[in-house]
Antibody
Framework: QITLKESGPTMVKPTQTLTLTCTFS??????????VGWIRQPPGKAPEWLAF???????RYRPSLRTRLTITKDTSKNQVVLIMTKMDPADTATYFC?????????????????WGQGTPVTVSS | DVVLTQSPLSLPVTLGQPASISCNSS???????????FNWFQQRPGQSPRRLIYKISNRDSGVPDRFSGSGSGTAFTLKISRVEADDFAVYYC?????????FGQGTKMEIK
């Protein structure tokens, strides 16, 4: 059974750096075709893709946020970390991590579309 | 970025009646292999989005057959044949063909 869970601070101040961790189980990020991604959803708005990291360590970043984002993985801990610098109140959102399977034939979200429960982050002074 | 435009943004529906949501893309969502990675999601308050439909018209496991998806290229539709109480939620289209993947603005289905 695949599960993902996000963790990190619920509040950060403007200009600070946000570090979020996705801890997953039920799969290994050494398996070909797999990736873990991050999506955020501001209150009352649509979700927005941020970044993902492949099993082979390639990364993809949302171009408009490229300079602020870093995604890394620790396969021994089954964790993926997202770092976002220069936080702004506009970054207030619930942040989700998702399991991706590019080789399933179902599209990037794979056959069963696994999401974490999300972690809320508020940016406020 | 690919822009997905949903309509309507608010959809009042009577229980038992059909409902339809459209999603138009700013560019073709077919990749070089002919695959179109277009999805529909349902989101209830306080929950993660749940995928209903993948690759335009394929229902995910456990999704009732009253949900159906259709379309091609840049125009897509989600239809609910007879709306049930459980269906009142926000619906999003999403494309996974071009990075960054993108979602539509969302359609809130409400009881009429």
């Amino acid at each position: 059974q695949i599960t993902l869970k996000e963790s990190g601070p619920t509040m950060v101040k403007p200009t600070q750096t946000l570090t979020l961790t996705c801890t997953f189980s039920g799969f290994s990020l050494t398996t070909a075709g797999l990736a873990v991604g991050w999506i955020r959803q501001p209150p009352g708005k649509a979700p927005e893709w941020l970044a993902f990291i492949f099993w082979k360590d390639d990364q993809r970043y949302r171009p408009s946020l490229r300079t602020r984002l870093t995604i890394t993985k620790d396969t021994s801990k089954n964790q993926v970390v997202l770092i976002m610098t220069k936080m702004d109140p506009a970054d207030t959102a619930t942040y989700f991590c998702v399991h991706l399977d590019f080789w399933s034939g179902h599209g990037p979200l794979g056959e069963f579309n696994y999401w974490g429960q999300g972690t809320p982050v508020t940016v406020s002074s | 970025d690919v822009v997905l435009t949903q309509s309507p943004l608010s959809l009042p529906v009577t229980l038992g009646q059909p409902a339809s949501i459209s999603c138009n893309s700013s560019q073709s969502l077919a990749d070089s292999n002919g695959n179109t990675y277009f999805n529909w999601f349902q989101q209830r308050p306080g929950q993660s989005p749940r995928r209903l439909i993948y690759k335009i018209s394929n229902r995910d496991s456990g999704v009732p057959d009253r949900f159906s998806g259709s379309g091609s290229g840049t125009a897509f539709t989600l239809k609910i044949s007879r709306v049930e109480a459980d269906d009142f939620a926000v619906y999003y289209c999403m494309q996974g063909t071009h990075w960054p993947f993108t979602f539509g603005q969302g359609t809130k289905m409400e009881i009429k």
